[in-house]
């Protein structure tokens, strides 16, 4: 098993690092991972038990530990903890600022509100074309996305 977690550290002009805050994170299926202000958002793919599979193909494999997405706080503050969770559908933020973020899902991209322990759902939205995204420009209330030759939608949230 490998071992993850995040630090958090102080670089002073002489190049003296003080750490001052360690924060496991206790999974290895990381998908994705953006910053905003004062948050760190980490997505999580499912992992699944293909030992329940038996018999004949397809295998549809029980699912071991369920995917999501973790908003870990304190970067100002100076110790990190995980200030708000999404259980379940969350490929990778594609953008993130203050307490929301865009996250990639099944069904296209959603935001999410991550002020309380548990994200709410404030929007989700299908992209146009391929349904593919390469930029997210965030504000407080909405997101341009930047879609190739399908041009640029904007999403209100």
């Not at 998908?31 to 948050?39: F, K, L, P, T």
């Not at 369920?66 to 559908?89: H, P, Q």
């Amino acid at each position: 098993l490998v071992s993850r977690s995040l630090k958090l550290a102080d670089v002073a002009p002489t190049n003296h690092v003080t750490l001052r805050s360690t924060l496991p994170i206790g999974v290895e299926n990381v998908s994705g991972v953006r910053v905003a202000e004062d948050r760190v958002y980490l997505s999580r793919n499912a992992v699944y038990d293909y030992t329940t599979c038996t018999g004949a193909a397809p295998c549809l494999p029980a699912v071991a530990e369920e995917g999501g997405m973790s908003a870990v706080g304190g970067i100002r503050a100076g110790t990190l903890s995980v200030v708000s969770e999404l259980k379940g559908d969350a490929r990778w933020p594609a953008a993130a600022r203050g307490t929301k973020v865009a996250l990639y899902t099944d069904t296209g991209l959603s935001v999410y509100d991550t002020s309380a322990p548990t994200a709410k759902l404030l929007t989700e939205a299908r992209l146009r074309g391929w349904g593919y995204t390469s930029f997210v420009a965030m504000s407080d209330d909405h997101m341009l996305c930047s879609l190739g030759e399908f041009g640029l939608q904007s999403i209100s949230f």
